[in-house]
Structures are given as structure tokens and as C-alpha cells.
């Protein structure tokens, strides 16, 4: 059975950092696509970022510049970095693995709260 599960969110001032991580557990960890993706209130789950297996990455471009996701295959874990947080990166982040970006299993969330 997979599991993943998310930590580190949390409230933050504009302008601040917070880094999210995801422990996985019961998946072939080092062969699966690895991301983050988030959902505001009202909104659609939207991709923020994802690594291949071979360590590609992509970054929505409302994010780019300013996070870092990256993976640890030794550990099964996913990071997220995220650095000068605004008011529009609150949303609840979810954390996601599967052989595509589709498809495949999802963590509970973590809520991610930045204030003015």
C-alpha cells in the first residue's frame, strides 16, 4: 500500500521561507515522477513542481526562481524549498508519486498559509 505523507506547513510572512516533505513508503520509490501540487480554496489542483527519475525538473511559472523541489531515493523522500512565499501561495500542497504526472497516488496535504 502506498503512503505518503507531508510535513512542514504552516504560517509564514510574505516574503518568508518554509521547505515541505514528503516520506513515501510501499512504491518503487527511485522510478516513480515526484511532485508537488497545490489546491487554494475554490481552486483546481494545480502542479507546482515534479522530478522524473532521472532528475528533471519542471516548475509552474508562478513558482520558478523561487522553489526548489529536489528528491533523496536513499531516504524516499521529496522536498519542497520555498522561498519568498506571497499571499498567493496559500493553499493546501499536496505531495504526489507515480510512473507519470498522472495517475498515480497522493499524500493527505499540508496547509501552507502566508499572510501580508
Known amino acids: 500500500q502506498v503512503q505518503l505523507v507531508e510535513s512542514g506547513g504552516g504560517l509564514v510572512q510574505a516574503g518568508g521561507s518554509l521547505t515541505l516533505s514528503c516520506a513515501a513508503s510501499?512504491?518503487?520509490?527511485?522510478?516513480?515522477?515526484l511532485a508537488w501540487y497545490r489546491q487554494g480554496s475554490g481552486d483546481l489542483r494545480d502542479l507546482v513542481a515534479g522530478i522524473t527519475s532521472g532528475g528533471n525538473t519542471h516548475y509552474a511559472d508562478s513558482v520558478k526562481g523561487r522553489f526548489t523541489i529536489s528528491r533523496d531515493d536513499a531516504k524516499n523522500t521529496v522536498i519542497l524549498e520555498m522561498n519568498s512565499l506571497k499571499p498567493e501561495d496559500t493553499a493546501v500542497y499536496y505531495c504526489?508519486?507515480?510512473?507519470?504526472?498522472?495517475?498515480?497516488?497522493w499524500g493527505q496535504g499540508t496547509q501552507v498559509t502566508v499572510s501580508l
Open positions: 510501499g512504491i518503487a520509490f527511485s522510478r516513480n515522477v
Open positions: 504526489y508519486a507515480g510512473p507519470t504526472y498522472v495517475s498515480g497516488s
